[in-house]
């Protein structure tokens, strides 16, 4: 029984995550766990404007999933290949390397 009850719970929140995923708009609680981040984090994120959130009452924290996925997408970092290429093509540019 207690196999059953424990299989239940997981079903329950593998629904809830999905629900998440499919959403629009999603309260602070739900953008906590979609962000995979703490509460406290991300009431800072919000107070200090770092992350777009809404607030249509004055009160209650809303977010827009699709910012929240371009949000985390910002900020990218050059892979290695990246960096060696771009310094490679500075340097024929310049004319420091001639092919």
């Known amino acids: 029984m207690d ?4 299989r239940l719970k ?3 929140q593998h629904v809830l995550d999905r629900n998440i ?3 629009n708009v999603l309260s602070f609680n739900e953008a906590c766990k ?3 981040l703490s509460q406290s984090h991300l009431y800072k994120l919000t107070s200090t404007g770092t992350i777009p ?3 249509p009452n004055g009160k209650k924290i809303y977010f ?6 371009e949000w985390l997408l910002s900020n990218r ?6 960096i060696e290429q771009q310094a490679a ?3 024929i540019k310049k004319g420091a390397v001639k092919l």
């Open 10 to 12: 997981i079903i329950e």
């Open 21 to 23: 995923i499919v959403k």
């Open 34 to 36: 979609f962000l995979e």
């Open 53 to 55: 959130h809404y607030k």
């Open 64 to 69: 827009n999933r699709v910012e929240l996925e």
């Open 89 to 91: 093509d500075y340097l």
């Open 77 to 82: 970092v050059d892979s290695q290949d990246e």
């Open 3 to 6: 196999e059953i009850l424990e």
